[in-house]
Each structure stands twice: as C-alpha cells, then as structure tokens.
T-cell receptor, first 115, second 116 residues
Framework: DTEVTQTPKHLVMGMTNKKSLKCEQH?????MYWYKQKAKKPPELMFVYSYEKLSINESVPSRFSPECPNSSLLNLHLHALQPEDSALYLC??????????????FGPGTRLTVL | AQSVAQPEDQVNVAEGNPLTVKCTYSVSGNPYLFWYVQYPNRGLQFLLKYITGDNLVKGSYGFEAEFNKSQTSFHLKKPSALVSDSALYFC??????????????FGKGTKLSVIP
C-alpha cells in the first residue's frame, strides 16, 4: 500500500465548531506532516511528527491542534477557526524525517471551508 | 536563506512538443532537490529527486530533470508533452530547520498548459 488517505474530502464548518481531520498511511513511514495550501500557492508546512513526537510546529495558531495517536495515524483538531483558515489541508508522510532526503508522499487533501 | 525559485507562473506548450519548467536554487552546501506535480483538487505527486550522482535524473511519467551546478538550476523536462501533463508543478529543496531536522521548501509553482 503506497497511499496516504485523508478524511473527510470536504468539510464545511462554522467558526464555533470543533472538527477533526484524519490522515492514515500504511507504508511504515515514521514521519508525518500537515500542510496548508491556498489556491494556486505552494503548500505551507504546519507541523511535523517524527516517530510520533511533534518535531516541528511552524508557529501555527493554537486553534489548530495536531495529534499522532500511532505511527500510522495523524489527526488535526480544529476549533474556533476563522474564514481565512479556509484552504486545502494536505497530509504527507516520508520514511523518516531527521537527517533524511526521502521524498514525501501526499494525500489528496481535505478541502476546508470556514463560514 | 535556502530557497528555490520558479521564474514562470505559466508555461504553454503544444502537444507533442518538448516542455521545460524552470527552477533555480539558492542553497549553501549540497542541494537536495525535488519536483512534484499537482492535478486540480488533488495532493502533490512526487516526480523525481536529485541527491547526488548523475546530473540527469529520470522520474515518473517520462519526466526528467537536469541538475546544473554552475547555473544553480534544476529544470524539469519532457521530450514530448501530453495534454494530460497539464497541471501545477512545484520545485522543492530540502532545508535544515534546526536540531537535526529538515523540511521541504517549495517554489511558488508553475502552471503547465499543454494545448492539443
């Protein structure tokens, strides 16, 4: 299995809602990533987990809360988002993270709309 | 700062003609460079990477890239473009982010349109 899956595909939420994005991979990768991508722009790194520990947090607002329950799963918990948070949220994984140049495998993304 | 630049927002090419999507890099030390493609409403797909060795790197779907150290470039090429190659292409470089960690920094992207 060489796939990264993400659910849901689309999500519409109000500014007071709490929701979660889910990402899963079964390639035995030990590094997992969350990116935010606005239309026609490059992905912006949000978080990196390496061996299930948070390795990088790119100064992301606390209304985004990542979680890595195990080596195959990555969640992004959302609370009190703003309309400007509307974007495509991409999950990726790679063999490992620190000191490596292994390519990242991306999921199809979750299209998030905040009303 | 370590970065990549994609000088063209858009590239148009006729089907069957060769295509080139340009990327230049600014890196201290040896660069680790990548190309990704993104189709509409999809995630990024890895095409190829340069780490070391041969300057001509072959990748997926008939794409290749030429690493040129003197020109600090890593242009993506394909001998004969297909309409299905129309997509957004990102060049990326691995950068050191401290404490033994690395991350990818992406160029702004180049939209490739292959005209039938």
């Amino acid at each position: 299995d060489t796939e990264v899956t993400q659910t849901p595909k689309h999500l519409v939420m109000g500014m007071t809602n709490k929701k979660s994005l889910k990402c899963e991979q079964h390639m035995g990768h030990r590094a997992m990533y969350w990116y935010k991508q606005k239309a026609k722009k490059p992905p912006e790194l949000m978080f990196v987990y390496s061996y299930e520990k948070l390795s990088i947090n790119e100064s992301v607002p606390s209304r985004f809360s990542p979680e890595c329950p195990n080596s195959s799963l990555l969640n992004l918990h959302l609370h009190a988002l703003q309309p400007e948070d509307s974007a495509l949220y991409l999950c990726a994984s790679s063999q490992d993270h620190a000191g490596t140049y292994n390519e990242q495998f991306f999921g199809p993304g979750t299209r998030l709309t905040v009303l | 700062a370590q970065s990549v630049a994609q000088p063209e927002d858009q590239v148009n090419v006729a089907e069957g003609n060769p295509l080139t999507v340009k990327c230049t890099y600014s890196v201290s030390g040896n660069p680790y460079l990548f190309w990704y493609v993104q189709y509409p409403n999809r995630g990024l797909q890895f095409l190829l990477k340069y780490i070391t060795g041969d300057n001509l790197v072959k990748g997926s779907y008939g794409f290749e890239a030429e690493f040129n150290k003197s020109q600090t470039s890593f242009h993506l090429k394909k001998p004969s473009a297909l309409v299905s190659d129309s997509a957004l292409y990102f060049c990326a470089v691995r950068v050191f982010s401290g404490a033994g960690s690395y991350q990818l920094t992406f160029g702004k992207g180049t939209k490739l349109s292959v005209i039938p």
